[in-house]
């Protein structure tokens, strides 16, 4: 099974600034990784799939990077509506697994 | 506009089978993959398995000998069903469509079961 690992646990930011999440895979997953946002009390929502790309609606200001290991979700200027967990997921391998979560919080 | 809906019991007694069915609209079941997700309250997402419109099914090893995930493409529906379970199945139920290679595009709400006597 892949392990996904995403850094940090927590993050604070303030609105406005810039966001950085990293998740690292524990073998190569090629380009074959979603990331998710999760609010409290729903379900969460694709935003990137294929490592780059934005799912349909999913603004500009979210962009994913990496292959292999390494993947970056970067969000350019967070605002409020921005602040939940965002979750990492491969699917290069079966069974398909997600990392544990990043909060990203006010600061 | 594709949705998806949970429905089952939210309180199963230990030993006994989870059973849960996600019923599709705006969609038709037989046009792509789908699957179940499971989170325990705090705690990360984990896949359980899909199924296509045709039965054909895959599901993750570390539940494998206890699930079973079917399909009635004339309800538009598909189910899960978990045996045996313990505490530790105690979590909120997603349903999802699977899009691309194997991420989720839309989901269900969700629906907690706990798993107490």
């Known amino acids: 099974e892949i392990v996904m690992t995403q850094s940090p646990a927590t993050l604070s930011v303030s609105p406005g600034e810039r966001a950085t999440l990293s998740c690292r895979a524990s073998?190569?997953?090629?380009?074959?990784l979603a990331w998710y946002q999760q609010k409290p009390g729903q379900a969460p929502r694709l935003l990137i799939s294929g490592a780059s790309t934005r799912a349909t609606g999913i603004p500009a200001r979210f962009s994913g990077s990496g292959s292999g290991t390494e993947f970056t979700l970067t969000i350019s200027s967070l605002q409020s509506e921005d602040f939940a967990v965002y979750h990492c997921q491969q699917y290069n391998n079966w069974p398909w697994t997600f990392g544990q979560g990043t909060k990203v919080e006010i600061k | 506009q594709v949705q998806l809906q949970e429905s089952g019991p939210g309180l199963v007694k230990p030993s006994e089978t989870l059973s849960l069915t996600c019923t599709v609209s705006g969609d038709s079941i037989s046009s792509y993959y789908w699957s179940w997700i499971r989170q325990p309250p705090g705690k990360g997402l984990e896949w359980i398995g899909y199924?296509?419109?045709?039965?054909?099914?895959n599901y993750n090893p570390s539940l494998k000998s206890r699930v079973a995930i079917s399909v009635d493409t004339s309800k538009n529906q598909f189910s899960l069903k978990l045996s045996s379970v313990t505490a530790a199945d105690t979590a909120v139920y997603y349903c999802?469509?699977?899009?691309?290679?194997?991420?989720?595009?839309?989901w269900g709400q969700g629906t907690l079961v706990t798993v107490s006597s």
């Open positions: 199924i296509y419109y045709s039965g054909s099914s």
């Open positions: 999802a469509r699977v899009w691309f290679g194997g991420d989720f595009d839309y």
């Open positions: 073998q190569s997953v090629a380009s074959n």
